[in-house]
């Protein structure tokens, strides 16, 4: 049976049988992959604390082609959120990133890019200060880019135009429309320049600049609501998605960015 090792996320620990855990792992080598760690919750296990969620670790496991489950061998750490875990803000938009993962990443390939994403947030989460929001929604709109659900803010639909002072979107269709084409968009509602800048600072900037860049108000508040939106016309559709979880922990939050 083949040895395979990578650097994986762990996104989900769940019980198994009587003293062992399932992990769902996001694997920077080899994408979505479910191993079962025999013997983790006995008292003397040999992986210590380490197999949990948020948990950056060297898998080494069995690979079986034909079997869903492979078999863990040996785990060793990389990184650990010490600080997300104290901040139960922090430790429930990460584990919403996790989820998000989870939902839109198919299975049986790895996508470094995406993986690199999941990391690079989790790290910028542990020494956020401020904007841990403003940097929950970088993640989500780099992650649809990076797995093909791009909403496509970059330019004008009908024009090609790329500064849009104002526009609309059309959810069905997934297009934005400057000014001058908003009549061409047969739904839709419209978006504010702020919203614009705010998703495309969002798309673009370093992380470590989204958690210390000054936001106009209510812009953040405005991509929170586009991307809901977004969601709801979208992920369901392009792959029958059930993103029902995704967006109840997102639904939780609305209140605080309704504020925002
Ligand atoms: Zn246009």
Redesign the pocket.
Known sequence: MPIRRTEAIILKSMKMGETSNLLTLYSRDFGLLKLIAKGARQSRSRYGGLLQPLYVIEAIYYHKETRDLQLLSQASLIWAPRRVQLDIEKLGLCLACCEMVLRLEGEGHGNPAAYGLLRATLETFERAESNIRSLFLAFQVRLLELLGFSPGMDH?F??Q?RTIREGRYDFVNGRI??R??MSMALQGRTVTQDMIDAYRDLARLPLASVITKAFPKGAIAGVYHFLHDFFRYHLEEVRQLNAIDVLKQLKSMQGAFSQA
């Open positions: 004008c009908h024009c135009e429309y400057c001058n084409c």
